[in-house]
């Protein structure tokens, strides 16, 4: 297995945001709640405010319920983008 590490995953994502909302700014590392929170990529556009969260085979789920809450607020859709060492806890933590 392959570790996935969160620059793999990136720079790829941003271009997929980038084709999924043609028009929207793609923004990295957006924060929220004063900083107290930050998304990894966002795209902010008139179709759809969409956040990304990118959990890397290193990382941990530790901050993703708080993290799931604060871009839902802010939001119209939030993704997460895991690696597959975090695949069937984040299935549980993030709603559909």
């Given at each position: 297995m392959t570790c996935l590490r969160d620059a793999d995953i990136r720079q790829p994502l941003a271009q997929l945001a980038a084709g999924t909302y043609p028009g929207a700014r793609v923004l990295h590392e957006v924060g929220l709640e004063y900083?107290?929170?930050r998304v990894?990529?966002?795209t902010i556009g008139?179709?759809?405010r969409h956040a990304w969260e990118v959990k890397a085979d290193a990382d941990t789920l530790r901050r993703l319920p708080v993290?799931?809450?604060s871009y839902s607020?802010?939001?119209d859709r939030c993704t997460l983008v895991a690696g597959e060492r975090h695949l069937e806890r984040g299935r549980v933590l993030v709603p559909s």
């Open positions: 900083g107290l929170v990894d990529v966002a008139p179709e759809c993290q799931e809450l607020a802010v939001f």
